[in-house]
């Protein structure tokens, strides 16, 4: 059975058990994560983790195959447009040094290394694994599938258009000198600036030199790169999501769902007490031309989705529908939509009433972000183009590892804050 019959099967499912116990109670389907009895709670919480399962593993899928494509590519060979496809970095005898000296933790290897890329924070990793970390990251990274992603080689200031140019109308005459009706012209002004002030990330890694022996000596050079490659991107997809969703922009980069950074805004008391309202709101609070962007997309917590998939509109059609079809349209298929608008998940945005993604106790406060729906061609990514390294032979020579220790810079802005709305809470 595919994907999308599986998903066929469990939503016509969940639907029908949340019309029977609709029908048994009185009460609205949303309702059964609160008064339903605990086979019911058990039930469809197993139902809404096999229905994201499916839906997890055909955004997967479709991952897999565009960085199948990237992995054909050889190298990456240049960090920024313009940049010499024959930087020390990207050549094989670098990368065998580099990987000697992770091997072996011979300092004056390392020295070597760090010499020949003329770089005196540090090694810069070979271009193959800097390749394979960007890649890895970009799949573990909601906010940079959904976002837009600059590889930048300094800070800069950014100047941004106020708004849209005015269109007025004008006779077909006017374009002739001295004659017909003169078109009055509006245009936008450019007078906000945005700055890029990266902040820096250290991401260690611990390696047994028994690992690393057996990884290359069976494997080859690649083998150890694509292990230390994965391990460095999934822990810095982490950290920097988290900044990229919840950073205040002050010292952090800026986070779409800090909670005083967008104004357009609809309120719901709770997780629990969202309703099929507050979400068709939230999406009408963000302007006409927007909403036509193929970026134009939700992000909200597992939590959140668990309770948009009970939520009817006042014609009993339910919000969440497994289809894209366009916004508003609601057919069975893949990927899921809410309101007919795709959707991310993030882990950190409050996940229920007593606590927020991050982990932080005690219970939710005003205006916190509860899910965030816009243009996110708006929300730009700015990566600082080279991850330097160092290698610590000592710290944990007793056990025989040796750890690697990653610096990324990165920075992100909202760079135009009416473009996205915001369901906070009360």
Known sequence: MSDLE???????????????????????????????????????????????AVELRAQNAALEARLSKIEKTPKFNARVPGA???????S??????????????????????????????????PTDMERRIVERMYQMSAMRQLGVV??????????????????????ESAADPGTGTAATLS????????SVAYTKYVTPV???????????????????????????????????????????????????????????????????????????????????????SPKFSWLLSDAVLKTVRKLKTTNGDFIFSPNNTGAGQMTV????????????????LPNDTNALGSGSAGVLAANDVLAAIGDFSYFE?????GITSLIDPYSAALNGQTTLYMYSRTDSRVMQKEAFATLVTA
């Open 92 to 125: 094989d005898d670098y990368t065998n040094r580099y990987m000697s000296a992770l091997l072996s933790g011979d300092q004056r290897e390392l020295r070597a290394v760090t010499a020949l890329a003329n770089d005196s924070a540090g090694a810069g990793i």
């Open 6 to 52: 599986k998903l066929q099967n469990i939503t016509h499912h969940y639907r029908q058990s949340l019309a029977a116990y609709e029908a048994r109670t009185g009460h609205k389907p949303q309702s059964v994560d609160t008064v339903g009895s605990g086979e019911e709670k058990e039930k469809f919480a197993r139902m809404d983790a096999d229905m994201t």
């Open 150 to 171: 600059n590889q930048v080689d300094s800070k800069r200031t950014i100047t941004i258009e106020s708004g849209l140019p005015t269109t007025t109308k004008t006779a």
């Open 206 to 292: 611990k390696m047994s030199q028994e690992f690393l022996e057996d990884a290359i000596g069976s494997g080859g050079i690649g083998s150890g790169m694509d292990y230390v490659a994965r391990k460095c991107a999934q822990s810095m997809a982490l950290k920097h999501d988290e900044q990229f969703t919840m950073g205040d922009g002050t010292g952090d980069p800026q986070g779409i769902a800090f909670k005083a950074l967008i104004t357009q805004k609809i309120t719901s008391a709770s997780v629990a007490a969202i309703t099929a309202d507050n979400i068709i709101d939230t999406y009408h609070a963000v302007p006409v031309p927007y909403r036509t």
């Open 84 to 90: 010499r496809a024959d930087r020390v970095e990207s």
């Open 333 to 348: 298929g893949l990927p899921a939509t809410i309101y007919g608008v795709p959707y991310a998940l993030s882990q950190w």
């Open 381 to 385: 990514i700015f990566d600082r183009t």
């Open 187 to 194: 245009f936008p002004t450019f007078g906000t600036q945005i």
